[in-house]
């Protein structure tokens, strides 16, 4: 399987984001303007991001008129029915994402991230639609917080589902990946704030590593998923991390300013390294090149003794995370920072000022 996508996946086809005013709608949007598209369907409930995003791409994008805007909420089916009626295609990446958040109002998580999930998943497969593509994240894999438990549970949820279509009509897959430079809520923007005030960045605690792409890395990750994975499958990128360290060092050198920072310590439900793959699922993960396959598990409840055996001895004691995967140096760092439309964007405007 090559790690490749085709540039014709959605030629004359209509495609709904759910989440589409955020981050990766906007990468995704822009992406499938450029395909010979018919229709892009944004649902989100926020009527002013979508305003801002409709303006935009009207200035912007000569395809504007393939996109449609539908006000709607995943917690409540009715909005999604009514939006979903004629998609071919569905990217779901509506979600409440911010982990400290979620620590003080874990219903709310549940309800968006594992009630609104099933309720996407229920009114895709009554329309007919044949694909659809969830954006889960590397806080499912080991949860200790309430958005990475809701996430584990919305991974869960798809996959069971998976299990209950004709895969010959309807493909449901997963995407799980780590921290998106510059997504909205990352902190990236908020140091580069600080800097740009003249103020110590802020952070965690140095050693602590996460995994980092780019937004157009994440949408290369959901194409994957969409052209080359079969029903239940969780795609991973094989991203590469640093330090919290690392990446202020690097941001303070590409601004040109001296290295300040201001210690805050672990906010509620953060770890200090993250997982992409657990050692269960990376004994099972097949290696697809610049990607992790991890297959649905197809058994039913009536297991085959010998089947289970076998299945028991493929174990392995490593695991995908952050401190073992590729760990970036400080050049490497702000290379791939510099390829962030954002950071460069404000670099310019940092050194115009100076």
Same mark, same amino acid.
């Given at each position: ?9 959605? &030629? ?35 009527? &002013? ?8 791409? &009207? ?219 657990? &050692? ?75």
């Amino acid at each position: 399987m090559p790690d490749t996508v085709s540039s014709t996946l959605f &030629k004359d086809k209509t495609v709904m984001i759910t989440g589409g005013t955020g981050s990766f709608g906007n990468a995704f949007l822009r992406r499938a303007l450029s395909d010979d598209i018919a229709e892009v369907r944004v649902f989100s409930r926020d009527e &002013k991001k979508q305003d801002d995003m409709r303006r935009e791409i &009207k200035q912007n994008n000569q395809h504007y008129h393939k996109v449609r805007y539908f006000i709607g909420d995943v917690r409540d089916i009715g909005t999604v029915r009514a939006a979903i009626k004629g998609v071919d295609y569905l990217f779901h990446a509506a979600a409440l994402k911010q982990v400290p958040s979620c620590e003080f109002f874990p219903i709310e998580a549940v309800k968006t991230n594992v009630l609104g999930t099933n309720n996407v998943l229920t009114a895709a497969a009554e329309a007919g639609v044949k694909r659809m593509i969830c954006l889960s994240t590397d806080k499912a894999a080991y949860p200790v917080n309430a958005m990475g438990t809701s996430k584990a549970m919305m991974e869960k949820v798809i996959v069971a589902k998976s299990r209950t279509v004709n895969p010959d009509q309807m493909k449901i897959c997963c995407t799980r990946y780590g921290n998106v430079m510059c997504s909205r809520g990352s902190v990236i923007p908020i140091w580069m704030e600080q800097l740009k005030a003249g103020k110590p960045l802020q952070i965690t605690d140095p050693t602590m590593t996460r995994f980092i792409m780019s937004l157009e890395e994440a949408v290369d990750l959901v194409l994957f998923a969409f052209e080359h994975g079969t029903n239940g499958d969780i795609l991973v990128q094989k991203a590469p991390s640093c330090t919290i360290e690392t990446l202020s060092r690097a941001l303070c050198s590409l601004f040109g300013v001296g290295y300040s920072t201001s210690v805050i310590g672990l906010r509620h439900g953060e770890k200090m390294y993250e997982t992409l793959l657990t &050692k269960e699922e990376y004994a099972v993960a097949e290696d697809r090149g610049n990607f992790f396959r991890v297959p649905c598990d197809k058994r039913g409840l009536d297991y085959d003794e010998a089947k289970d055996r076998a299945a028991l001895k493929r174990t392995v004691s490593a695991e995908f995370n952050s401190d073992n995967t590729q760990i970036l140096n400080t050049e490497q760092v702000k290379a791939k920072l510099m390829t962030i439309p954002m950071v460069s964007g404000m670099l310019s405007a940092f050194k115009g000022r100076a």
